[in-house]
């Protein structure tokens, strides 16, 4: 017989690395009121795939106020859709590759509790149309949201490591800011977006505090780009907006620069 509800008793306080792993019929996921911690492949591989029997097929989860720890690859390709209630405030980090390939969405807030996100934890969760990072936020991994359909960014200021490859591969951001405090952008972090960005330019507004850019950071891009720089920045990286086809304008804060391909 297929699993496809479990009910956890509220005694429980951690869920222990694979213990639900390829349950690939569960349907939901209700997490204890007492569970802080939630192990490395805990889910990874749950969830109902849609087929013509159950096209309307998904995993549900629920989260308690008490969880702290979200383990690397816990929700790992799960199903076909998502749907999950908002993080908790308590939480404090997501591990890495924790939700990589699951259809979450379509919007996810990070609370400020969080401190880390690990490299790949919501990549390629191709439901994921809106991203709220809020103020808190330290570390996020690299690839963290590549190759999502997030089509707004917001780093926020309290941000001091960021890995490569952000957002690198989503054809539908358009928007992307950052928060005063932020000192670099890291290689590879905004290459080739855009691509399906339904006509809007891409607009970058770069904070007064940005000192580095990283190589190859916005190459890549095919839609209109509206750039502005802030004084003290110091380092632009090698081929940092190479084939930036249709950068139309560069705005520094003295005087708007002759446009040009760098």
């Known amino acids: 017989k297929r699993l496809q509800n479990i009910v956890i008793p509220e005694s429980v306080t951690k869920i222990s690395h694979n213990a639900f792993r390829n349950c690939v019929s569960l349907e939901n996921i209700v997490?204890?009121?007492?569970?802080?911690?939630?192990?490395?492949?805990?889910?990874?591989?749950?969830?109902?795939?849609?087929?013509?029997?159950?096209?309307?097929?998904?995993?549900?989860?629920?989260?308690n106020d008490k969880l702290e720890h979200i383990g690397d690859f816990a929700f790992y390709h799960c199903g076909n859709f998502v749907e999950m209630s908002p993080f908790p405030e308590t939480l404090q980090t997501i591990g890495e590759y924790a939700f990589d390939g699951s259809a979450l969405g379509p919007r996810l807030e990070i609370p400020s509790g969080v401190k880390s996100i690990g490299n790949r934890a919501f990549q390629g969760c191709n439901n994921l149309s809106y991203l709220d990072l809020n103020d808190g936020l330290e570390s996020i991994g690299e690839y963290a949201?590549?190759?999502?359909?997030v089509e707004r960014?917001?780093?926020p200021g309290t941000v001091t490591e960021m890995g490569s490859n952000l957002f690198e591969n989503c054809p539908y951001l358009y928007e992307i800011t950052f928060g005063e405090?932020?000192?670099?952008?890291?290689?590879?972090a905004f290459a080739n977006i855009g691509e399906y960005s339904s006509g809007h330019d891409i607009g970058v507004v770069l904070p007064s505090t940005l000192k580095s850019i990283g190589k190859n950071a916005?190459?890549?891009?095919?839609?209109?780009i509206d750039l502005i720089f802030?004084?003290?920045?110091?380092?632009?990286?090698?081929n940092a907006f190479y084939n930036c086809t249709s950068l139309e304008k560069i705005d520094g804060t003295d005087e708007e620069k002759e446009a040009r391909a760098i």
Do not use: M
């Not at 916005?218 to 209109?224: D, E, H, Q």
């Open 181 to 188: 405090g932020i000192t670099h952008i890291p290689d590879w």
């Open 153 to 155: 960014a917001h780093i």
């Open 230 to 238: 802030k004084e003290g920045l110091e380092s632009i990286g090698a």
């Open 145 to 149: 949201f590549a190759a999502s359909v």
């Open 218 to 224: 916005f190459s890549n891009i095919s839609s209109n």
């Open 31 to 63: 997490i204890p009121a007492n569970v802080t911690t939630i192990g490395a492949h805990a889910f990874d591989g749950c969830g109902p795939v849609t087929s013509s029997d159950n096209p309307g097929a998904y995993l549900s989860v629920t989260w």
